[in-house]
């Protein structure tokens, strides 16, 4: 059993910057890809961004290429999601998610998922 622990999240006006981080309590070779999606109310749990082991391949939902950057360090089992540009419609849940390959498209793609961190981006 994998646990994912997420902080990071806060209340940021628009155009500042967050980041957010996702430590596994193990590692394991068969879950490489780590990730993130976001759900704002009332609408579906989305895809935002992943990457494929230390150094590999990244993955970017089109709404937040060029502002969001995705890394990982294997040594801590962690990943971060750094935030720039925010915009009020990034405001959402973001939920941190492991699984056995990449990208993260859906929401059956994940093995485990974290407890989710607010967003909240203001006008």
């Known amino acids: 059993q994998v646990q994912l622990v997420e902080s990071g999240g806060g209340s940021v006006q628009a155009g500042g910057s967050l980041r957010l981080s996702c430590q596994a309590s193990v590692y394991t070779s068969r879950l490489r890809c780590m990730g993130w999606f976001r759900q704002a109310p009332g609408k579906e749990r989305e895809a935002v961004t992943s990457i494929y082991g230390w150094g590999g391949n990244t993955y970017y939902s089109d709404s937040v290429k060029g502002r969001f950057t995705i890394s990982r360090d294997d040594a801590k089992n962690t990943a971060y999601l750094q935030m720039s540009s925010l915009k009020p419609e990034d405001t959402a849940m973001y939920y941190c998610?492991?699984?056995?390959?990449?990208?993260?498209?859906?929401?059956?793609?994940?093995?485990?998922w974290g407890q989710g961190t607010q967003v909240t981006v203001s006008s």
């Open positions: 998610a492991l699984a056995s390959s990449c990208p993260l498209s859906d929401v059956s793609s994940p093995k485990y």
